[in-house]
């Protein structure tokens, strides 16, 4: 339905693919004119585009066993190898994807979403929320799919899709989309120069990657521990006195890594966290106080680096203070570890630490070490629940800490500040690479000349 003053009149949702009327629509039809013909994204297909199976995924068994390529398997720009795949439960001939296949997303927060499919990841099978596009020779499947990571389908995507509770573009919209479309060898000549940017990109993250990584090693060698390596097999086997001492009856609290981890530690001077900290839990209601305000989604993973968007929340919250390390009990795995730059309020699926006594444990020198290899390998084994695992409350206070003297927490903390800062510096400039590579591209086409 349609308000014109004080007039409304209902309008088929079909009938506005031509002229839309809702101002984001409008805003988008205005603003973008390109130096080449635009031609109609059903237009440059070979077959009709298709929607991919609803199956339900299962574990992939072997390599043999085709990848389930879903949209929460690809980002912003492809899928980050290694990847964990699932397989499809059940599917048709029709649902295999072919190198250069296009996916697309048609609904939920990351509708318009784009992957294109490369010939080292077959056999794949596509999800039921893509649809799948197949070009004909007159575009290059990769310079349709270099468009999608450009402003002005972001615009339209963004425009065309319905502010319902469940965004959506269906096939006909994306059939709809226009696109420029220059001679083939300048296509080819413009995905050369925004590969090259990728390329350049991806070498950063990589290197920005490895810095992330390299804390464990620092650690260890800082601290002369073992290396904890991951057990691979199905079962293992434990002493029922064995559970009587941990007292816990659950399995993979005594995993063999588990162990392996406590063993390492304990072959170093070591404490339990519940005494060299103090749980902080002073709740308060966020809403009513105004504070700035730190969810599970605000911390990165495993770098302990607060996200550029702090979150926003109602209900019960708790206080913390500038120093506190926030610790996530909410999925261990995550590794979603801060150490409070400000004061504020934080989600209750954190635990506030506070160190009892600064000089002797620096809380830089705690969030460091909350964040390796060997606190996840505890923790990964000690969640419950099913939905929503965490980690209860005793079982972190019983972690096992290894400790160092002052002067070595002070060169493991000036070093790892180092690393980050220079890890930060790095994805900079990867952003800025692929902003101008998108920039370059995105020049050609609008003045209707390759660079």
Known sequence: MVLLGSTAFAVRRTSLLGERLDPAYLRYKGGWRFGYPARALGSLV?????????????????????????????????????HEFKTPASWAEKHVLEPGDLLLARSGATVGKSYIHVAPLDPAIYAGYCIRFRFNDVVLPEFVYSFTK??????????????????????????????????????????????????????????????????????????????????????????????????????????????????????????????????????????ASGERYVGLGSVVSGTGELGRDLESAEGASFCFEKGDVLYGRLRPYLNKVWL????????????????????????????????????????????????????????????????????????????????QAEAVRLRQEAAEVWRVGLADFLDALVLGSAP
């Open 340 to 419: 409070a730059s400000f004061e504020g309020l934080c989600s209750t699926e954190f635990h506030v630490l506070r160190t009892k006594d600064p000089d002797a444990l620096r809380p830089e020198y705690l969030a460091v070490v909350m964040r390796t290899g060997l606190i996840v390998k505890q923790t990964k084994h000690m969640m419950t629940g099913n939905t929503h695992p965490r980690i209860a409350n005793r079982d972190v206070e019983n972690l096992l800490v290894p400790l160092a003297d002052a002067a070595v927490q002070q060169r493991i903390v000036d070093e790892v500040l180092g690393r």
């Open 46 to 82: 070979s077959e009709e585009p298709s929607y991919g199976t609803s199956a339900r995924a299962l574990p992939r068994a072997n390599e043999s066993d085709p990848r389930y390529i879903r949209i929460t398997d690809f980002g912003d720009d492809g899928i980050e190898l290694p």
């Open 150 to 287: 450009t402003e002005p389908y972001a615009a339209w995507a963004a425009a065309i899709q319905r502010p319902s509770g469940q965004p959506n573009i269906n096939k006909e919209e994306f059939k709809s989309l226009e696109i420029p479309v220059p001679p083939l060898s300048v296509q080819k000549k413009l995905v050369r120069g925004l590969s090259a940017a990728r390329k350049e990109r991806d070498g950063l993250l990589q290197r920005s990657g490895w810095l992330a990584r390299s804390v464990d090693e620092l650690v260890r060698a800082e601290l002369k521990l073992p290396e904890v390596k991951s057990r691979d097999g199905l079962g293992f086997g434990v002493r029922l006195d064995t559970t009587r001492e941990g007292r816990s009856l659950c399995p993979d609290f005594f995993h063999p890594e588990r162990m392996a981890a406590l063993r390492a530690i304990e072959g170093v001077p070591n404490r339990r966290l519940g005494e060299l900290v103090a749980f902080i839990r002073e709740q308060v209601k966020a809403a």
